[in-house]
């Protein structure tokens, strides 16, 4: 058994005395550029993944853990205990594009107001630097009591959760499964249980029209900000609109739409800067009709969040209701693809998925091809493990919020028993800070030094546990 007092007196002071060194740590890796990139020799996911991989590492040999990695897919730290059964936790380095509207360097963290502003800082390298300085706690903890851990506890940090999470599937065909493991990369206090992912691109015919270019969205599961096309058309009989500016092109007009940014799991209060664009062309009959009919299924496609325009609202006991984004939009060759993101509950399979996007897709003359259906999944909210959690959570904050099930997909269903942790909030934040996915990703400070306690008494609760 734990030394549950010694813990409760130490974890504070623990805390203090590492603050500014935790912050130090956490602006190394954030300031590193870890989008995927083309792999390279030892560096699968590119150059910048890799790059936060060593750097983390490196700080995780620091603190005096014990390091390794997989082949560059992902690397973990350890604190040894009497088992070599492993409670875990895991995070990821790779972090999507910065996007557009950033007051600061999105790969220059700072501090502003006491709120902590760079890409990653809470998805998902402010939580990995946290779990790095939690199992610096049990490595202290077992220097200073001369005890051993019960189980072996592993920091697992991944680098491709943003692009499809290939590195924990490589990691888990050549390691052994955890006896449980949490990831920080959603909300507080638990998740559950996740629903099911399912992308996929409309492909337009070959068109030869008005349309020269359109781009827009940083990333499939990104709303996108920004987005614009390139059309042949008279600059000077058109408007500009609120959202919309134009620019004139030689015998085009460049009209750029400028929505709001967020995450796909949560796209309340976005506005999709393609269907702006998209909009924008049909309502000044700007495209011919062969690109209209592609551009009508977009704008059905983007009406709305809730996948109702095409029939697939849904919900159940479980989960909130299924969400439906447009992430990516691209012309090559006169082909248009675009790309949606949809998070789903129970109530719906992927086959009634692909139909639905099939027959949208027959509207506009275009092919949709299915890229991904990842089923829903949860584990029961009353297990012993998820009430250690709780209890840590409740401890540290006073809440009383309730386990949940959510739209975003972690490395928890990747696991045979695993949850999401933390340590996003839904507090509200200052005009200059953003969420995460969003221009200027922000987190409190005060409250992710609040977030490491928790995770302190909750890893020293499970260890207690039999698994």
């Given amino acids: 058994m734990m030394n549950q007092a010694w813990i409760q007196e130490h974890v504070d002071s623990f805390i203090a005395e590492n603050r500014e060194a935790l912050l130090r740590d956490m602006k190394t890796v954030i300031d590193i550029d870890s989008v995927e990139a083309p792999a390279e020799p030892n560096a699968p996911y590119g150059a910048g993944v890799r790059k936060a991989l060593d750097a983390a590492l ?5 603190l005096g853990l014990s390091t390794g990695e997989c082949d560059g ?9 009497d088992s070599d059964t492993q409670l875990a936790t895991i995070t990821h380095l790779d972090v999507v594009p910065a996007g557009n509207g950033w007051d600061s360097d999105p790969f220059g963290m700072i501090e ?8 990653g800082v809470s998805d998902d390298k402010g939580p990995a630097l946290l779990t790095l300085y939690m199992a610096k706690f049990f490595k202290e903890y077992c220097d200073q009591t001369g005890e051993t851990l019960p189980y072996t506890l592993r920091v697992l940090l991944g680098c491709s959760e943003e692009t499809g999470m290939t590195d924990v599937d490589y990691y888990l065909e050549r390691n052994p499964m955890p006896a449980f493991c949490f ?16 992308g996929g691109v409309f492909v337009s015919q070959k068109l030869s029209g008005n349309l020269r270019d359109f781009a827009g969205g940083v990333a499939g599961n990104v709303v996108p900000d920004r987005a614009s096309a390139l059309v042949k058309a008279d600059f000077a009989s058109l408007q500009e609109t609120e959202n919309v500016k134009l620019a004139a092109e030689g015998d085009c007009v460049r009209i750029t739409g400028y929505g709001i940014g967020g995450h796909a799991s949560k796209p309340q209060g976005t506005v999709n800067a393609i269907g702006l664009v998209v909009n924008y062309l049909l309502d000044n009959h700007l495209c011919t009709p062969e690109e209209n009919e592609y551009l009508a299924m977009l704008r059905t496609l983007l009406s709305c969040t809730d996948g109702s325009s095409f029939g697939i609202a849904c919900q159940d006991e479980f989960f909130d209701p299924l969400t439906c984004i447009g992430g990516t939009i691209t012309m090559e060759d006169g082909v248009l693809r675009q790309s949606i993101d949809v998070r789903f509950p129970t109530a719906i399979t992927g086959e009634e998925l692909i139909q639905k996007s099939q027959a949208l897709a027959a509207t506009g003359h275009a092919e949709f091809v299915p890229s991904r259906v990842n089923k829903p999944f949860y584990i029961h909210p009353e297990s012993p493990a998820i009430d250690v959690l709780m ?4 401890t540290v904050t006073g809440s009383d919020k309730k386990p949940f099930t959510m739209g975003g997909g972690t490395y928890a269903r990747h696991f045979a028993n695993a949850v999401s942790f933390g340590p996003d909030d839904d507090a509200e934040k200052p005009a200059f800070v953003g969420n995460m996915h969003g221009a200027n990703e922000g987190v409190n400070t005060e ?5 490491l306690k928790i995770y302190i008494l909750a890893m020293a609760g499970l260890m207690d546990l039999s698994f």
């Fill in 58 to 62: 490196a700080i995780a040999r620091d």
């Fill in 73 to 81: 897919y992902m690397g973990y730290a350890d604190v040894k205990g």
């Fill in 112 to 119: 502003k107001e006491g709120w902590l502003i760079g890409r």
């Fill in 183 to 198: 990831t920080p990369d959603a909300e507080f206090p638990v998740g559950y249980g996740e629903k099911g992912g399912f």
């Fill in 391 to 394: 209890n840590a959570y409740r």
């Fill in 447 to 451: 409250f992710m030094l609040s977030a």
